[in-house]
């Protein structure tokens, strides 16, 4: 992966993956969604399954075609 920081702090987790070589290989094999079911769906139910006080929003990925994959994880608010 290569990853671009944004931000880490106790509240918050963001960083951008700008490549991704899971991406390019199903990609190549012309299995962009078989790839986001193997690789990056997994990630919201991973991330409820570490605790009901953490969130993850991203709006794309580069296995979707997006430019990069926006990770955002945050403390939820009650």
Same mark, same amino acid.
């Given at each position: 992966?290569?990853?671009?920081?944004? *931000?880490?702090?106790?509240?918050?987790?963001?960083?951008?993956?700008?490549?991704? *070589?899971?991406?390019?290989?199903?990609?190549?094999?012309?299995?962009? &969604? /078989?790839?986001?079911? &193997?690789?990056?769906?997994?990630?919201?139910?991973?991330?409820?399954?570490?605790?009901?006080? /953490?969130? &993850?929003?991203?709006?794309?990925? &580069?296995?979707?075609?997006?430019?990069?994959?926006?990770?955002?994880?945050?403390?939820?608010?009650?």
């Amino acid at each position: 992966l290569t990853v671009e920081p944004v *931000r880490d702090d106790a509240e918050e987790l963001r960083f951008n993956v700008r490549g991704c *070589r899971y991406a390019e290989y199903f990609h190549a094999l012309g299995e962009p &969604l /078989l790839g986001a079911m &193997l690789t990056c769906e997994i990630d919201p139910p991973m991330t409820d399954a570490i605790g009901d006080d /953490l969130g &993850l929003d991203r709006s794309q990925t &580069l296995m979707s075609g997006g430019s990069h994959c926006d990770f955002r994880w945050h403390l939820k608010r009650e």
